[in-house]
């Protein structure tokens, strides 16, 4: 199994990772960084101090417009919406002036009943107690999301174009090639967690929202810098909310979405506004989804230690439990035959291949019903001039490259200690014939930014191009510049021209971590 061990050592305070080339990793300082590839996009940034943050919440400003002189089932009728079957029920305990003093007794006693088993139910799935803001922060890919400048970003899956969204609640399209910006908003739209647009349409982008999904349609011709909010399908359906993550299908003909609160998966078809939920029992919800490039699977997280793979043939599924935590994040290998996933708590990456057959996955590993254990995260600790910087453990998301060539893992370190950073690490993967890892090196931003959120270009040219949001706010690209091996080569000659890469580091192109002819 690999180890950090065998990476080169993190680069020193003040540097920052600027590309990949010959096989490694370039660095420089911020200043010294050099003008923009065009195969490039421009880095952004987004101060924290030019967002006008919410001065008070809904539910802070409900009372300022409140009706005291409303009737009972006037109040019953808005608790039944605003709470649902508890609410209900305490709204006719709390006016036992106005009702039979039976009907007042019996409301009492069901909603103490009531309020045990959702106690008992709270503490076999602790997130069941866990506001909507925390329980997006929870289960979000996106690390200290609720603190976030950036909170959710997308590459558009056939264009240079991306969506953003930010902690103002607004969302924004970037287009190199155009200088219009649109900026989203909608009344809906709070509290974002993911984004995604549709797969085979330029103008479609779903988003999940704190208590319902988005579908944006923005002309990318429209010359609108903001446009209607009647742009903008709302889907919706009761008890499926706060929606921590959503998956288009590869065609772009049905829209996955889960909720932690809702045990069901919802398939929507979005052109007629309807959903059909795909419900198991266990789990306690759905927290992330990841459909596979070839659209034969599904990836379903649950907040327990289980997580289901679903074939997309007959919507049937195979339930995988995990031995600490849950699942934590995933990421499909282009054929759509690998599955790579990290589970909470655990600083280790698992694997699994699929046959041909769908819904009947096979593992890398000799155990029957059981995943491959391919990196092995712990944390490490590289001696440098600058002294010990510990590098390793929990893995917060993951990412891989559309090539099949490059892997990248967001590592959460310590915040409080300043000797274990978060930190990116990239891998070099090979999935044919056999599936191999091979160490790339860190990946690193300017001093005090941490990174946040990650993810790579899906047609970058000249290899592959990592996008990463940082915490203060900012969001650079970084080019890993190699020629694919999927790809028939007669020369260098379409390779771009790069700094000399500097001596001193090592060149681990042909150290393998780890082979399925070893495990």
């Given at each position: 199994?690999?180890?950090?061990?065998?990476?080169?050592?993190?680069?020193?305070?003040?540097?920052?990772?600027?590309?990949?080339?010959?096989?490694?990793?370039?660095?420089?300082?911020?200043?010294?960084?050099?003008?923009?590839?065009?195969?490039?996009?421009?880095?952004?940034?987004?101060?924290?101090?030019?967002?006008?943050?919410?001065?008070?919440?809904?539910?802070?400003?409900?009372?300022?417009?409140?009706?005291?002189?409303?009737?009972?089932?006037?109040?019953?009728?808005?608790?039944?919406?605003?709470?649902?079957?508890?609410?209900?029920?305490?709204?006719?305990?709390?006016?036992?002036?106005?009702?039979?003093?039976?009907?007042?007794?019996?409301?009492?006693?069901?909603?103490?009943?009531?309020?045990?088993?959702?106690?008992?139910?709270?503490?076999?799935?602790?997130?069941?107690?866990?506001?909507?803001?925390?329980?997006?922060?929870?289960?979000?890919?996106?690390?200290?999301?609720?603190?976030?400048?950036?909170?959710?970003?997308?590459?558009?899956?056939?264009?240079?174009?991306?969506?953003?969204?930010?902690?103002?609640?607004?969302?924004?399209?970037?287009?190199?090639?155009?200088?219009?910006?649109?900026?989203?908003?909608?009344?809906?739209?709070?509290?974002?967690?993911?984004?995604?647009?549709?797969?085979?349409?330029?103008?479609?982008?779903?988003?999940?929202?704190?208590?319902?999904?988005?579908?944006?349609?923005?002309?990318?011709?429209?010359?609108?810098?903001?446009?209607?909010?009647?742009?903008?399908?709302?889907?919706?359906?009761?008890?499926?909310?706060?929606?921590?993550?959503?998956?288009?299908?590869?065609?772009?003909?049905?829209?996955?979405?889960?909720?932690?609160?809702?045990?069901?998966?919802?398939?929507?078809?979005?052109?007629?506004?309807?959903?059909?939920?795909?419900?198991?029992?266990?789990?306690?919800?759905?927290?992330?989804?990841?459909?596979?490039?070839?659209?034969?699977?599904?990836?379903?997280?649950?907040?327990?230690?289980?997580?289901?793979?679903?074939?997309?043939?007959?919507?049937?599924?195979?339930?995988?439990?995990?031995?600490?935590?849950?699942?934590?994040?995933?990421?499909?290998?282009?054929?759509?035959?690998?599955?790579?996933?990290?589970?909470?708590?655990?600083?280790?990456?698992?694997?699994?291949?699929?046959?041909?057959?769908?819904?009947?996955?096979?593992?890398?590993?000799?155990?029957?019903?059981?995943?491959?254990?391919?990196?092995?995260?712990?944390?490490?600790?590289?001696?440098?001039?600058?002294?010990?910087?510990?590098?390793?453990?929990?893995?917060?998301?993951?990412?891989?490259?559309?090539?099949?060539?490059?892997?990248?893992?967001?590592?959460?370190?310590?915040?409080?200690?300043?000797?274990?950073?978060?930190?990116?690490?990239?891998?070099?993967?090979?999935?044919?014939?056999?599936?191999?890892?091979?160490?790339?090196?860190?990946?690193?931003?300017?001093?005090?930014?941490?990174?946040r959120l990650m993810q790579f270009h899906p047609n970058f040219q000249h290899?592959?191009?990592?996008?990463?949001?940082?915490?203060?706010?900012?969001?650079?690209?970084?080019?890993?510049?190699?020629?694919?091996?999927?790809?028939?080569?007669?020369?260098?000659?379409?390779?771009?021209?790069?700094?000399?890469?500097?001596?001193?580091?090592?060149?681990?192109?042909?150290?393998?971590?780890?082979?399925?002819?070893?495990?």
């Open positions: 199994m690999c180890s950090l061990a065998l990476f080169p050592p993190p680069l020193a305070p003040g540097r920052a990772t600027l590309c990949e080339s010959n096989n490694e990793l370039l660095s420089g300082t911020a200043s010294g960084r050099p003008q923009k590839q065009e195969s490039c996009p421009p880095s952004l940034c987004f101060p924290r101090e030019s967002l006008k943050l919410h001065s008070r919440t809904e539910s802070s400003s409900k009372a300022a417009f409140l009706d005291h002189s409303e009737t009972l089932w006037m109040r019953s009728a808005a608790a039944w919406r605003d709470g649902g079957c508890t609410g209900l029920l305490d709204e006719i305990t709390n006016s036992n002036t106005e009702v039979p003093k039976w009907l007042s007794v019996s409301s009492g006693f069901s909603l103490a009943l009531l309020r045990w088993f959702s106690s008992f139910h709270g503490s076999m799935f602790p997130h069941l107690t866990l506001s909507s803001e925390d329980m997006l922060a929870e289960f979000s890919q996106v690390l200290n999301w609720s603190d976030c400048v950036v909170r959710a970003f997308a590459w558009h899956p056939h264009t240079d174009k991306f969506a953003l969204a930010l902690l103002d609640d607004s969302i924004k399209i970037y287009n190199p090639k155009s200088g219009t910006a649109p900026t989203l908003k909608h009344r809906l739209q709070r509290s974002v967690a993911a984004l995604q647009w549709k797969p085979l349409c330029a103008s479609a982008l779903a988003a999940a929202c704190q208590n319902c999904l988005l579908v944006w349609h923005v002309d990318p011709c429209s010359l609108s810098t903001r446009p209607s909010s009647g742009c903008a399908q709302v889907l919706s359906h009761p008890g499926h909310s706060p929606v921590t993550s959503i998956a288009w299908s590869p065609s772009g003909t049905l829209l996955l979405s889960a909720s932690p609160m809702d045990t069901a998966m919802m398939v929507w078809d979005v052109a007629s506004e309807s959903c059909v939920p795909l419900q198991r029992v266990g789990g306690g919800g759905v927290t992330f989804l990841s459909w596979s490039p070839d659209g034969s699977h599904v990836l379903a997280s649950t907040p327990s230690a289980l997580f289901r793979v679903w074939e997309t043939r007959m919507w049937t599924c195979e339930r995988w439990p995990c031995v600490k935590g849950r699942c934590q994040s995933g990421c499909w290998s282009p054929d759509g035959s690998r599955l790579l996933f990290a589970v909470q708590g655990e600083a280790v990456i698992y694997a699994m291949t699929f046959s041909d057959k769908p819904g009947v996955p096979t593992c890398a590993s000799t155990g029957p019903q059981a995943a491959a254990a391919v990196a092995d995260l712990s944390e490490t600790t590289f001696n440098t001039p600058e002294g010990d910087i510990t590098v390793g453990g929990e893995i917060q998301s993951l990412s891989w490259d559309p090539t099949g060539e490059r892997l990248a893992v967001l590592l959460k370190g310590d915040p409080q200690a300043a000797d274990r950073p978060t930190i990116i690490a990239v891998f070099k993967t090979r999935t044919n014939p056999i599936f191999e890892l091979l160490p790339c090196g860190f990946v690193q931003g300017e001093p005090d930014a941490e990174p290899g592959a191009l990592l996008t990463v949001c940082w915490s203060n706010g900012r969001i650079t690209h970084v080019p890993f510049y190699f020629l694919s091996a999927g790809v028939p080569h007669f020369g260098l000659g379409g390779s771009p021209s790069l700094p000399r890469p500097q001596e001193g580091a090592a060149d681990f192109a042909n150290q393998s971590l780890f082979t399925e002819l070893l495990s």
